[in-house]
């Protein structure tokens, strides 16, 4: 009804999963990459877990488009399948005929079936979505196939999507040995009210939009309060919204349309109920570590594994944190969402002294104390030297003078620069990345973590985000990428609430 009016060739807000809308934004690229990498070359099962329409059955939907050719997918879309009935859908996805055969019998027929693939060099993986709400014989069944194998190689991988009651099922005691077979978990997480603005204008380009941003601020903010972060509530509010819109013939979005589309809607602007810390940081940290290892592999770059942390610091030098005379008061800019960064987005909420969430699902929250390195240079061997060693375990601190006083934002990028030059640590956790270099909103973030007496470690790395010139800010130079991952939990409060962190490999 409102296409024309909008210019559009077809709906943008579909709550239909149709992939050439996928959005790639909010950690779901990245995981989307991950899973691609986990099932083509890692062995085990795995498991992505969110709330109703945080994006499960879309990511699903790009995952049997994106897997390689070799690759073989058997989708089971009902999750209410007897034991005998998923056996069933399994050999017809096999392309098996087994009417009336006992089970037995069903069983020795998709193993030969999955050695015939084997040996044609074809990878079959069964895609599983609400997972939750399988019984637990069948989850059990599909353990027991999962455990097929010929010589040292699996015949079958299993990828299970659900709501986050499937963690709970699993925590059952009846269901442990299917759990510890889960080798990666990933959790779709709500988008952030920043990155929320973002995806709308994505799918209006998506439909062949050409004008101006049309959704208000404040439209944007009641978007994002009555949909709680959640695609499908985003994508019928900013429907309606739309149709608000073309009844009083006017381009713009505004908050009226959207409390419009609420009432019809019978939604309510709600406070968002963030998921467990401890789920979106194990989430966070797989996807961006799987994703690191995919890159290496999707680049056919020999891939060095990463030593196990052996809690020795290393020696890198750094620039000391001495705050400039002048304190800004604004804040970084907000984080843009771009599809190919190893980036967990954030969220939990941004007070004004933070740098603004990319995401409100796929991240990380996190802790880690300052590393001591010193904000001035202490003589070696002096009590103030001796006192600047102590590290916490693992961790890679900087501390060397600089001839001239540099503002705060010269001295992390200085770091930052020296720290990759000296090519001796694996791992950062990343806070956040931008693709605009505002200087002066940096320095008021470091203005504000000189205060927490954490500067010496924020490192500022340039980067380049879609042909823009932006920035990495990353925390911590460790020499394995687990060290970084076991002192995630220590970051001060104030990050752990702004910022969903990521571990960034070098």
Not at 176 to 191: A, E, G, S, T
Not at 472 to 494: E, H, V, W
């Amino acid at each position: 009804m409102y296409l024309e009016h909008f210019g559009l060739n077809e709906p943008p807000f579909r709550i239909t999963p149709v992939t050439e809308f996928f959005f790639s934004g909010a950690n779901r690229g990245e995981i989307l990459d991950a899973l691609i990498y986990s099932i083509s070359e890692v062995e085990g099962i795995v498991k992505v877990s969110g709330e109703v329409g945080s994006g499960k059955t879309m990511l699903c939907r790009m995952l049997l488009e994106k897997l390689p050719g070799h690759i073989e997918t058997i989708y089971l879309a009902n999750p209410s399948l007897s034991r005998e009935e998923m056996l069933y859908a399994i050999a017809d996805g096999l392309g098996l005929n087994i009417e009336g055969k006992r089970v037995g019998i069903i069983i020795q027929n998709i193993q030969n079936r999955l050695e015939e693939k084997a040996r044609e060099g074809k990878r079959i993986v069964v895609l599983v979505d609400e997972a939750h709400a399988m019984p637990p014989d069948t989850l059990e069944e599909l353990r027991l196939l999962y455990n097929l194998q010929v010589g040292n190689a699996k015949l079958l991988q299993l990828v299970l999507f659900g709501q986050p009651e499937l963690n709970a099922k699993l925590d059952q005691p009846n269901m442990r040995q299917l759990k510890d077979r889960i080798v990666h978990h990933f959790n779709m997480q709500p988008l952030s009210r920043s990155i929320i603005e973002s995806y709308l204008m994505f799918r209006m380009r998506a439909a062949n939009y050409h004008g101006p941003n049309i959704f208000s601020p404040n439209a944007v903010k009641l978007i994002a309060s009555a949909s709680n972060g959640l695609m499908r509530r985003v994508n019928i509010l900013a429907d309606k919204s739309l149709l608000a819109a073309f009844v009083e013939d006017t381009h713009n979005i505004e908050a009226r349309h959207v409390q419009a589309a609420m009432r019809d809607s019978e939604l309510k602007p709600a406070r968002r109920t963030l998921p467990d810390r401890k789920i979106l940081a194990g989430s966070a940290v797989a996807a961006l570590l799987v994703t690191g290892l995919a890159a290496w592999w999707l680049l056919d770059k020999p891939q060095t594994p990463l030593r196990q942390s052996q809690n020795i610091p290393l020696a890198l030098p750094s620039v000391p944190a001495s705050p400039m005379v002048e304190t800004p008061t604004d804040t970084p800019p907000p984080i843009a969402a771009q599809p190919g960064n190893t980036l967990a987005p954030a969220t939990g909420t941004t007070d004004q002294a933070t740098v603004a969430s990319n995401s409100g699902s796929p991240a990380v929250s996190s802790s880690i104390p300052p590393a001591a390195a010193a904000s001035t240079a202490p003589k070696p061997g002096s009590a103030a030297g001796n006192a600047a060693m102590n590290t916490t375990p693992g961790q890679t601190t900087i501390s060397t003078p600089v001839a001239r006083k540099l503002s705060l934002f010269e001295q992390r990028i200085e770091a930052g620069k020296q720290l990759l030059e000296q090519k001796q640590a694996v791992a950062s956790i990343q806070l956040f990345y931008s693709d605009q270099i505002n200087v002066r909103r940096i320095e008021s973030f470091l203005v504000r973590a000189d205060g927490l007496g954490v500067l010496s470690e924020i490192y500022l790395v340039p980067a380049r985000f879609d042909g823009k010139d932006g920035l990495r800010a990353l925390y911590g130079a460790y020499p394995t990428a687990d060290a970084a991952r076991n002192d995630i939990q220590n970051l001060p409060k104030r990050y752990q609430d702004a910022f969903a962190t990521s571990i960034y490999l070098f």
